[in-house]
């Protein structure tokens, strides 16, 4: 079992920046590999960021350059750091977490464990 929470959204104009983080707890940190993933209203929930156990990352293309995830095994704790954001990233953002085996994935369906959500609205 795994418990995940998110902070770090809030209203922002284009070009800002924010950060997100996302504390686990209930089960080894450094044994999972976690995800970000975010939802906007009447879309598809979609992979953003996904780091493997040992640090390597993996990001989707509408975010490469402009998104960071990393990770703090000691804080137990997963960021995302979105810098030069749109207002296509306006979306409800997701943590997630997974066994890590073999490979990161980017599929929210390999997902067992999900934090609630925290809001990223970004005005034009």
């Known amino acids: 079992q795994v418990q995940l929470v998110e902070s770090g959204g809030g209203l922002v104009q284009a070009g800002a920046s924010l950060r997100l983080s996302c504390a686990a707890s209930g089960r080894a940190f450094n044994s999972l590999a976690m995800g970000w993933f975010r939802q906007a209203p009447g879309k598809e929930r979609e992979f953003v960021a996904a780091?493997?156990?040992?640090?390597?990352?993996s990001y989707a293309d509408s975010v490469k350059g402009r998104f960071t995830i990393s990770r703090d095994n000691a804080k137990n704790t997963v960021l995302l750091q979105m810098n030069s954001l749109k207002s296509e990233d306006t979306a409800v953002y997701y943590c997630?977490?997974?066994?890590?085996?073999?490979?990161?994935?980017?599929?929210?369906?390999?997902?067992?464990?999900w934090g609630q959500g925290t809001q990223v609205t970004v005005s034009s």
């Open positions: 997630a977490a997974r066994a890590d085996i073999i490979a990161v994935s980017t599929s929210s369906r390999m997902y067992p464990y």
């Open positions: 780091i493997r156990s040992g640090g390597s990352p």
